[in-house]
């Protein structure tokens, strides 16, 4: 289950609703669809996709997807920090980032224009719209560990548009 901590106000969320109610105030979809499914986190990327297909395909349906994937990110990755660098400047994409976690935990720290910036940590069952233009970075928990589904709405995926304005660097 996810853990939303909004450090400037000193405020940390753990239900679902809170978390779900918190993030729609300022423009990011969350939802909790859990583990129910019978599919191991560690199945091959087709047999994640095929588990999730009913969700996956009322997803593309909704938000005009047309593709998705499996992530898969372990601590053993050659070049894993390099990789992650890519990831961890503040940045914003011409299309929503859509990410279920399977496995692991992702942080997805959110910069709404005229709020605070708002970290999600997410662990298997959690799902996440940043929609497109809005700021964010994301880094892995000291696991170093996640495996997710990810939608597209370019089958070329995304492109980061850096802000370089180094928020990233006080939280």
Request: glycine share 6%; net charge negative; proline share 4%.
């Amino acid at each position: 289950m996810a853990v939303v901590t909004v450090p400037d106000k000193n405020l940390t969320l753990t239900d679902a609703e809170e978390i779900k109610n918190y993030l729609a105030s300022i423009g990011i979809d969350y939802e909790h669809w859990g583990n129910a499914k019978n599919v191991s986190p560690d199945a091959s990327a087709d047999e994640i996709l095929d588990a999730y297909s009913d969700e996956i395909e009322q997803m593309k349906t909704k938000g005009g997807y047309v593709t998705a994937d499996v992530i898969d990110i372990k601590a053993d990755i050659p070049n894993l920090e390099t990789m992650l660098d890519k990831f961890r400047p503040e940045h914003w994409h011409d299309e929503d980032e859509v990410r279920f976690i399977v496995k692991g935990c992702g942080i997805f720290h959110i910069a709404p224009e005229n709020g605070d910036v708002t970290a999600v940590k997410m662990t298997a069952g959690d799902l996440i719209r940043v929609p497109n233009g809005t700021k964010h970075w994301f880094d892995l928990d000291e696991s170093r560990t996640v495996r997710a589904i990810r939608l597209f709405q370019d089958t070329t995926g995304w492109t980061p548009h850096y802000t370089e304005s180094g928020l990233e660097k006080n939280y």
